[in-house]
């Protein structure tokens, strides 16, 4: 059995936002700390939607190249079996359905607690690997996300390219968020089990208007709310563009730079997500 770890490259104008036109920004009006604040929180919840759906296509990923997408799926499914007790799985040829914490047991993988159910299908399993996604109500308890992804592999260079179209909700204040994404991920120098570097692109919309992100080369660990190095280049609904760069604190903590022309801000984001102003 083989661990798929591998996407076609991002190109580099993948890298480019895309979308509507922005309103010009006003560059004789500063970035304000209350928008930093409401830039990092919209980011900070459109990562974790695509956190738990990433550790959720994480565990699809064990099977023989080159075998019958049917027989592909049933080893995805003995894997997840010996991987989360909770799981009732069902198979029908190629494709599964996943219903967390359907059983008693453990239903911890990569530090998210899963509930909601996921269907995977093994789409193609030759020289071409594909496996689509599909989630009702997936969560870890602090974002519950509903959704589609498609997912290829790209053994030469060894990353993985992921296309997903998601609607989360964060579950401690009801914020909501739909968008789309078109992401390249890599494994970290320490291997997967560390976490994965992410290149690419996401947007989406909540009550404040529509987002747009490039996402330049970030390092995330799997049970992280955001990124502990790299840069994300975020173009808010008003127009403004501003760069969050990130540095890690200690083991639970994460400090993000927000900036825009010659104004900065910091802010520490904690394990869950939780972010206070850097004094």
């Known amino acids: 059995m083989r661990k798929l770890f591998f996407p076609v490259t ?5 890298l480019v936002l895309t979308g509507c036109p922005k309103q010009k920004e006003s560059t004789d009006e500063p970035m304000t700390q209350a928008e930093a604040s409401q830039a990092l929180e ?3 919840a459109d990562s974790q939607a695509a956190s738990v759906t990433t550790s959720s296509i994480e565990i699809s990923t064990s099977f023989t190249i080159g075998k019958a997408v049917a027989d592909a799926a049933a080893e995805v499914k003995a894997f997840i079996a010996s991987q989360l007790a909770c799981a009732k799985i069902d198979i029908a040829d190629n494709k599964l359905t996943v ?19 996921q269907s995977i299908t093994v ?12 989630w009702t109500d997936l969560s870890n308890g602090i974002v519950k996300v509903s959704g589609t992804a498609h997912v290829t592999w ?7 390219h ?12 009801g914020k909501t968020g739909h968008g789309t994404g078109d992401r390249t991920q890599q494994p970290l120098a320490g291997g997967l089990t560390e976490g994965i570097q992410v290149d690419g692109s996401r947007t989406w919309t909540g009550t404040a208007g529509r987002w747009d992100l490039s996402i330049e080369g970030v390092q995330m660990r799997w ?18 563009s501003i760069a969050l760069s990130f540095s890690r604190v200690d083991a639970d903590t994460i400090a993000v730079t927000l900036a825009s022309g010659d104004k900065s801000f910091t802010f520490n984001v904690n394990s869950i997500g939780d972010s206070t ?3």
């Open 277 to 279: 102003p850097k004094s």
């Open 154 to 160: 790209d053994f030469d260079n060894k990353t993985r």
């Open 223 to 240: 049970k992280d709310p955001v990124p502990q190095a790299g840069t994300y280049r975020l173009a808010t609904p008003k127009g403004r």
């Open 162 to 173: 992921v296309v997903h179209d998601l609607t989360w909700t964060r579950i401690k204040d």
């Open 42 to 44: 919209e980011s900070t």
């Open 10 to 14: 991002v190109a580099a104008s993948l």
């Open 99 to 117: 219903t967390y914490g359907a059983l008693p047991g453990n239903c911890v993988y990569n530090g998210h607690t899963f509930s909601g159910t």
């Open 123 to 134: 789409v193609k399993n030759d020289d071409t690997i594909e496996v689509d996604h599909e």
